[in-house]
């Protein structure tokens, strides 16, 4: 059933792109070099902004559903980490935790349309945010397997590692931060617990990427294009020699933003390998800094 899903995405996306007319993607040579130099690379992606933040508006749609309903699309794409829940979380912030964030976000991938199928065609809100879900999950599955295809020279075999297998291990998270104090964070300095991370669209500025906490640089958001960088579980599928980790963080950017009802939103996958452990938090938050911008 898996292996439909993506054969119905790929012919979508062609049509989407325009056949052989998409714009080319960046050469093995460019993708691991600004890996290498900037801890990010900007890639081609299927859907611009306007679509993204169509599919948002009918996240936000979601989450004015009852809570019964909003937790009854639930279940498990891996054992051994987070990040395979698959269904609607909300964060609540907690002093002195690791993760001293409040936000909501819902975790998608086509392994739960298929398993609550009956439930999301009875809702028409579910159904709405669910199909716009599984469009931008299929495009975020080829544009990562575009840049793992153009890394195989330098990593053999890191194709496979995540895409050999009928259930690939990539999770889109439609994510809202709550409203923070403007120059705070709202999700503090960390790597992202997987193997890589396709940062698909934003609400507006905020993200910085960089190797560590002195080199953080804003990152700023194009139509058509994805910012892609590895996480602190890049190890368990290559050794990454010359090639670090995005170390990251979000910061809130201007005074009253959305009319002080949410702070940000953004969409982004994760991506890692096929039966692997997740990282820990002693990794993924490796340095700790001051509250502010740096």
């Not at 599919?55 to 309903?69: G, I, R, V």
């Not at 065609?121 to 793992?148: M, N, S």
């Not at 053999?156 to 297998?165: C, D, Q, R, S």
């Amino acid at each position: 059933m898996m292996n439909c899903f993506i054969l119905l995405g790929g012919l979508f996306l062609f049509w989407v792109n325009g056949g052989l007319s998409s714009p080319p993607f960046p050469s093995a040579a460019q993708i691991y070099g600004s890996l290498e130099r900037q801890h990010y690379v900007a890639v081609p992606f299927s859907y611009d902004h306007h679509f993204l933040d169509k599919a948002m508006q009918s996240f936000f749609q979601f989450l004015n559903l009852p809570d019964t309903t909003k937790n009854r699309l639930r279940t498990s794409l891996s054992s051994k980490h987070r990040r395979g829940d698959l269904g609607f979380t909300y964060r609540q912030k907690s002093e002195g935790h690791t993760y001293n964030d409040q936000k909501s976000f819902f975790h998608y991938h086509p392994k739960l349309k298929e398993m609550h199928a009956k439930e999301i065609e009875a809702d028409p809100v579910l159904k709405d945010f669910i199909e716009r879900a599984d469009k931008i999950w299929h495009a975020a599955y080829f544009a990562t397997e575009k840049v793992l295809s153009r890394l195989e020279p330098y990593y053999p075999g890191i194709h496979a590692k995540v895409f050999k297998t009928d259930t690939p291990h990539i999770v889109l998270r439609f994510l809202r931060y709550d409203i923070r104090t403007p120059g705070k964070y709202l999700a503090k300095p960390h790597y992202d617990a997987g193997s890589m991370t396709l940062a698909l669209a934003e609400s507006g500025p905020g993200l910085r990427i960089g190797s560590c906490p002195a080199d953080l640089q804003h990152i700023a958001h194009h139509d058509h294009q994805a910012v892609f960088f590895l996480g602190a579980n890049t190890p368990q599928l290559i050794n990454p020699g010359a090639l670090k980790a995005g170390w990251h963080d979000v910061v809130q950017v201007g005074a009253k933003p959305h009319d002080n009802t949410y702070a940000r939103w953004a969409i982004v996958a994760f991506i890692d390998g096929h039966d692997v452990e997740g990282a820990p938090e002693s990794l993924t938050h490796k340095w700790r800094v001051e509250e502010r911008f740096l």
